[in-house]
């Protein structure tokens, strides 16, 4: 068993599309239009063939009490792996991300948590093992 894909409850599609391509350079794997909406995954550069990331409308009833309180807590709604932390956090900073929580070190992992624009909080690490 593998991970396929795992998804994110995101308010814009559209938005998101634009937020994690040209922002934190993911790359469209599927956009198919359907209806008002797509099915929208992501993939890392490079890895075209791994994990996908799916973008889903967040139109669910359950989804904007759930994710209210994930943001009232300050609790990323996922993580991404990033070579170096704080390399990561200046040059998000330098294109307008707003971060929530500066890079900290929690032993051998280092992260930082930002708002992707569309109603998470992502995190992002490093792991220095």
Same mark, same amino acid.
């Given at each position: 068993?593998?991970?396929?894909?795992?998804?994110?409850?995101?308010?814009? %599609?559209?938005?998101?599309?634009?937020?994690?391509?040209?922002?934190?350079?993911?790359?469209?794997?599927?956009?198919?239009?359907?209806?008002?909406?797509?099915?929208?995954?992501?993939?890392?550069?490079?890895?075209?063939?791994?994990?996908?990331?799916?973008?889903?409308?967040?139109?669910?009833?359950?989804?904007?009490?759930?994710?209210?309180?994930?943001?009232?807590?300050?609790?990323?709604?996922?993580?991404?792996?990033?070579?170096?932390?704080?390399?990561?956090?200046?040059?998000?900073?330098?294109?307008?991300?707003?971060?929530? %929580?500066?890079?900290?070190?929690?032993?051998?992992?280092?992260?930082?948590?930002?708002?992707?624009?569309?109603?998470?909080?992502? %995190?992002?690490?490093?792991?220095?093992?």
């Amino acid at each position: 068993m593998k991970i396929y894909i795992s998804s994110l409850m995101v308010t814009d %599609q559209n938005k998101a599309r634009d937020f994690y391509t040209e922002i934190l350079g993911f790359v469209v794997k599927h956009d198919i239009p359907l209806g008002e909406h797509s099915w929208l995954t992501l993939v890392s550069p490079g890895n075209e063939d791994g994990p996908e990331l799916g973008l889903e409308p967040a139109e669910h009833p359950a989804v904007k009490p759930f994710r209210d309180a994930l943001m009232e807590d300050g609790i990323p709604a996922t993580s991404f792996a990033v070579e170096d932390v704080y390399a990561e956090y200046e040059r998000l900073l330098a294109l307008g991300v707003v971060f929530t %929580q500066k890079p900290t070190e929690m032993g051998p992992v280092t992260v930082a948590t930002f708002d992707d624009t569309c109603g998470n909080l992502i %995190q992002i690490s490093s792991y220095a093992g």
